[in-house]
């Protein structure tokens, strides 16, 4: 999260493109809306994680749905603090001078949980889509240990990329220029740090952005032809168990009509030759129903990132290029309102997820309705296990 840094980090700001006086005002208007999301996506988060663990994490799709809960957790939180501490300052609050340097210690935070959650997804997006492009050869390649293994290692190579940067920064107190009697807090920038800075926000918070993006938009596209491709099976299964049903409706009233016991017991052995078929048919059916639940439900997780992270493209592209769009530059404002509202963008995307999961997720909306007594959300025929009533 971009925060107002040039004047923590003391540096000389030109003539903005975006006044000061309008800079504030805006601000303050997209923390507000930062916080109108970000607030409830801690509690639906929270809620997510209690239901997912609940649930049991016996596969892979669970894992990485329970880690991306997680991560959105912590960023939410996060966010929440960065936020209310801009909100504070701008509204004047009793002793807020320190206010933009907790704002901006908590949005220094705040990018590690973020970049997990968009690997976390990124994850989610490649697997579900090798696993509808080609089902056999991945069909056991995801399973829940590997997953967890794969997201470990994610996390610990963007701890190692995002440590550094945090090294880099220091809180110090020094004399109070209005009050000499008192001191104020700012942040220092150790210029040693600095490549590893500038290798951070290249690599991960641009170039990795970038590449996630496109990732996760070649996978959002092969699910869905991947379950386009499962609806016409799943309808030529159904259309094929309704044929032999009718068939066999058909015969048993031949049987009656003509009284023939010798056609009946012709029509029972034939009950018996084709009652493994029927079961077969059922079976082929729930596994379809049930692989579709979960490819819809990974398909609109990511297909809800990928919109919410389209207008970050272009925004770290012209970052890259443009260097008057950087901390202490002359459109440095207008680039903490441009992240501002990212930041938004973020927020609904986390708060989004646990309406995704109440909808897609038979055992999410079962365990949910059970937690919470509602039984509007318990769905008998579905629930199995400790979800049953």
Same mark, same amino acid.
């Given at each position: 999260?971009?925060?107002?840094?040039?004047?923590?980090?003391?540096?000389?700001?030109?003539?903005?493109?975006?006044?000061?006086?309008?800079?504030?005002?805006?601000?303050?208007?997209?923390?507000?809306?930062?916080?109108?999301?970000?607030?409830?996506?801690?509690?639906?988060?929270?809620?997510?994680?209690?239901?997912?663990?609940?649930?049991?994490?016996?596969?892979?799709?669970?894992?990485?749905?329970?880690?991306?809960?997680?991560?959105?957790?912590?960023?939410?939180?996060?966010?929440?603090?960065?936020?209310?501490?801009?909100?504070?300052?701008?509204?004047?609050?009793?002793?807020?001078?320190?206010?933009?340097?907790?704002?901006?210690?908590?949005?220094?935070?705040?990018?590690?949980?973020?970049?997990?959650?968009?690997?976390?997804?990124?994850?989610?997006?490649?697997?579900?889509?090798?696993?509808?492009?080609?089902?056999?050869?991945?069909?056991?390649?995801?399973?829940?240990?590997?997953?967890?293994?794969?997201?470990?290692?994610?996390?610990?190579?963007?701890?190692?990329?995002?440590?550094?940067?945090?090294?880099?920064?220091?809180?110090?107190?020094?004399?109070?220029?209005?009050?000499?009697?008192?001191?104020?807090?700012?942040?220092?920038?150790?210029?040693?740090?600095?490549?590893?800075?500038?290798?951070?926000?290249?690599?991960?918070?641009?170039?990795?952005?970038?590449?996630?993006?496109?990732?996760?938009?070649?996978?959002?596209?092969?699910?869905?032809?991947?379950?386009?491709?499962?609806?016409?099976?799943?309808?030529?299964?159904?259309?094929?168990?309704?044929?032999?049903?009718?068939?066999?409706?058909?015969?048993?009233?031949?049987?009656?009509?003509?009284?023939?016991?010798?056609?009946? *017991?012709? $029509?029972?052995?034939?009950?018996?030759? +084709?009652?493994?078929?029927? %079961?077969?048919? =059922? @079976?082929?059916?729930?596994?379809?129903?049930?692989?579709?639940?979960?490819?819809?439900?990974?398909?609109?997780?990511?297909?809800?990132?990928?919109?919410?992270?389209?207008?970050?493209?272009?925004?770290?592209?012209?970052?890259?290029?443009?260097?008057?769009?950087?901390?202490?530059?002359?459109?440095?404002?207008?680039?903490?309102?441009?992240?501002?509202?990212?930041?938004?963008?973020?927020?609904?995307?986390?708060?989004?997820?646990?309406?995704?999961?109440?909808?897609?997720?038979?055992?999410?909306?079962?365990?949910?309705?059970? *937690?919470? $007594?509602?039984?509007?959300?318990?769905? +008998?025929?579905?629930?199995? %296990?400790?979800? =049953? @009533?």
């Amino acid at each position: 999260m971009e925060m107002n840094d040039s004047s923590i980090l003391k540096i000389p700001l030109r003539r903005q493109i975006v006044a000061d006086e309008l800079f504030a005002y805006v601000n303050a208007l997209s923390c507000f809306t930062i916080l109108i999301f970000s607030i409830p996506s801690i509690f639906f988060n929270a809620i997510n994680i209690a239901i997912f663990f609940k649930i049991g994490v016996s596969d892979s799709i669970t894992v990485c749905f329970l880690y991306l809960a997680l991560c959105d957790f912590c960023s939410m939180i996060l966010t929440t603090l960065s936020a209310s501490f801009q909100v504070l300052y701008v509204l004047g609050a009793t002793s807020s001078k320190n206010f933009p340097i907790y704002s901006f210690n908590a949005a220094l935070f705040y990018g590690l949980p973020l970049s997990l959650a968009a690997a976390t997804t990124t994850y989610i997006a490649v697997q579900r889509g090798l696993c509808v492009a080609w089902p056999f050869l991945t069909r056991h390649a995801f399973t829940r240990n590997r997953s967890l293994i794969v997201l470990i290692v994610i996390s610990i190579i963007l701890f190692v990329c995002w440590l550094p940067r945090a090294a880099a920064y220091r809180n110090v107190y020094m004399p109070d220029p209005a009050m000499n009697s008192s001191q104020i807090l700012i942040v220092q920038f150790l210029g040693t740090w600095s490549p590893a800075d500038s290798f951070y926000l290249i690599s991960v918070r641009i170039a990795l952005v970038f590449v996630q993006y496109m990732v996760m938009s070649v996978c959002a596209v092969a699910i869905a032809v991947g379950m386009r491709s499962s609806m016409k099976l799943k309808s030529a299964t159904t259309t094929s168990f309704d044929n032999r049903s009718n068939s066999q409706n058909s015969e048993n009233a031949a049987v009656k009509e003509n009284g023939s016991v010798s056609m009946e *017991v012709k $029509n029972v052995n034939t009950d018996l030759k +084709s009652a493994p078929k029927r %079961g077969s048919d =059922k @079976k082929i059916q729930q596994k379809v129903t049930k692989e579709m639940q979960v490819i819809k439900q990974a398909f609109v997780v990511v297909l809800v990132y990928v919109i919410c992270t389209t207008p970050t493209i272009p925004t770290v592209i012209y970052r890259l290029v443009e260097p008057k769009f950087q901390v202490g530059a002359d459109y440095s404002n207008l680039m903490y309102v441009v992240f501002g509202l990212l930041n938004a963008t973020e927020a609904v995307n986390a708060f989004i997820n646990f309406f995704i999961y109440l909808n897609f997720n038979s055992k999410f909306r079962n365990c949910f309705g059970t *937690v919470f $007594n509602l039984r509007y959300f318990i769905n +008998s025929e579905t629930a199995t %296990g400790v979800f =049953k @009533k």
